[in-house]
């Protein structure tokens, strides 16, 4: 039974990007298919319960490297993982560098302290793609889209 129409509607959404990505031709040079992925991911984002935030970046101290998180997983620097205040565990987020329009997809799997504004802590990985390795803390766009139940960790 689903409980909330969006929590569907994100469902439904992120199922048709996944197959669309999975059945896409590598050959097809077309705009076509572009502009296909980007109405299935503007569907996702309308159906998302939360919108998009202004707020700060970092990234995971390399001392946490094998540690625990929140939900039990240990943090793999390699991992597109992230940490967030107020989010559900298993939510998968967008962050996107506006300086640079870098953008990445990370799953939100640990939680941070609470600040007076919104945060998000990076893995290593995710950290690189954005641009934002060695800059210690940068200014990002916080896109919820599609909340997932974790698998328990073994």
């Not at 590598?26 to 319960?49: H, N, R, V, Y």
């Not at 101290?61 to 205040?85: M, V, W």
Request: glycine share 8%; proline share 6%; charged share 20%.
């Amino acid at each position: 039974m689903v409980r909330h129409p969006s929590l569907y509607l994100s469902a439904v959404g992120a199922a048709l990007l996944m197959m669309f990505v999975a059945v896409r031709p590598a050959a097809a040079g077309g705009a076509e298919p572009a502009k296909l992925e980007e109405a299935l991911e503007e569907l996702i984002l309308k159906s998302s319960p939360l919108g998009p935030m202004d707020g700060f970046a970092s990234y995971y101290a390399k001392r946490f490297e094998g540690c625990r998180t929140t939900s039990g997983h240990r943090y793999h620097p390699d991992k597109l993982t992230a940490a967030h205040e107020s989010l559900p565990l298993g939510t998968v987020v967008r962050v996107v560098n506006p300086a640079t329009s870098q953008e990445v997809h990370v799953t939100i799997n640990d939680r941070c302290a609470r600040r007076s504004f919104n945060f998000i802590d990076l893995s290593r990985a995710a950290a690189k793609k954005i641009g934002l390795w060695g800059k210690g803390k940068i200014k990002v766009v916080i896109i919820p889209l599609l909340q997932q139940k974790l698998e328990k960790p073994s």
